[in-house]
């Protein structure tokens, strides 16, 4: 993952969903989140997007102000996948400098 800093606008969050630790296929997926857990313990839901068309497994978000503070962060992804499938992924951790 890039740099990021607190506070950073167009910042790409980027997350790959495995099972059985290759990357799922989320073509059929009806909702697709990235949260975003602050250092403070705050819980941000955001809408994710595919990286290319969802069969890699990646999702994508641009962040917004406030998305982004000092300090360890994490996000995982909350999918809905349309044949039975419901539910978060791996968290990652990752940092956001001053």
């Known amino acids: 993952m890039p740099n990021l800093t607190a506070g950073l606008v167009g910042g790409i969050l980027t997350i790959t969903v495995l099972e059985n630790n290759a990357p799922l296929s989320l073509v059929a997926a009806t909702t697709k989140q990235i949260l975003i857990t602050q250092p403070d313990g705050t819980v941000l839901t955001k809408t994710a997007s595919f990286y290319t068309d969802?069969?890699?497994?990646?999702?994508?978000?641009?962040?917004?102000?406030?998305?982004?503070?000092?300090?360890?962060?994490?996000?995982?992804?909350?999918?809905?996948?349309?044949?039975?499938?419901?539910?978060?992924?791996?968290?990652?951790?990752?940092e956001v400098d001053p």
Do not use: K, Q
């Not at 962040?63 to 996000?75: F, H, Q, Y």
């Open 54 to 94: 969802g069969s890699d497994g990646i999702l994508t978000y641009t962040t917004i102000a406030g998305d982004l503070v000092e300090g360890t962060s994490s996000m995982r992804a909350y999918l809905v996948i349309t044949g039975g499938i419901t539910g978060y992924s791996h968290t990652e951790n990752f």
